[in-house]
């Protein structure tokens, strides 16, 4: 969800812990948040603890080699800092806002991967909806040796090889996944495929 302040855009993205983190260097900022704030408590938040630009002014670092996010390469800026470590992405790069004592490598694998676990929540909340499949109770992200997912009693394992596929072959896994789930067989399951994504052949 996106919401305007003063011309401003704020991305609020819900999260588990217990306090608000305003991120980012320009519009759109985003707003980590828990689930239960509502817009109006979020804007009058924002209004009195509104966001500085961070990088305007600061040199910075970068990887050498690009880093992938959904078979995209982008360019890592590290921008030093002295508070809790932050990563904002970009159009083409992805800002990283750390301690020098920080494992830039390790905190960007985190960081992608919760990326990637709300990239499939939402698309998931798609298929259920499309396919009136809504028995899906777990969703996690493991690392898997071949497959791309594993289908476990209540919902789904999905491989965090995931974060190198373009957005297009993951929605396809998830939909393979919940035909699977719901015990389709080869037949059903490629008439579904052409019914939703016409070129899914072209995906394997």
């Not at 993205?13 to 519009?27: A, E, F, L, R, T």
């Not at 920080?102 to 909340?125: D, V």
């Not at 899906?136 to 594993?150: C, E, P, Q, W």
Request: aromatic share 14%.
């Amino acid at each position: 969800m996106q919401i305007e302040i003063g011309r401003i855009f704020y991305e609020i993205v819900p999260w588990n812990k217990d306090y608000i983190q305003i991120s980012g260097s320009s519009s759109p900022y985003r707003v980590h948040a828990p689930a239960h704030c509502d817009v109006a408590f979020l804007k009058e938040y924002i209004k009195l603890n509104p966001p500085e630009s961070k990088s305007e002014g600061i040199s910075y670092s970068y990887l050498e080699a690009p880093y992938y996010l959904f078979g995209k390469p982008y360019l890592v800026k590290i921008y030093p800092s002295t508070t809790l470590a932050t990563v904002e992405l970009t159009a083409t790069s992805i800002c990283v806002y750390q301690k020098k004592s920080t494992n830039t490598l390790k905190l960007l694998h985190k960081w992608s991967q919760e990326l990637l676990y709300h990239e499939i929540i939402k698309q998931i909340a798609y298929w259920e909806e499309q396919l009136d499949i809504y028995d899906v109770a777990t969703v996690t992200i493991h690392k898997l040796s071949k497959n791309d997912f594993r289908i476990v009693e209540g919902g789904f394992h999905f491989s965090n090889r995931l974060i190198n596929f373009e957005k297009e072959h993951i929605n396809l896994i998830i939909l393979k996944a919940f035909c699977k789930f719901a015990h389709k067989t080869r037949k059903e399951t490629e008439a579904i495929f052409s019914l939703y994504i016409p070129n899914w052949r072209d995906l394997y």
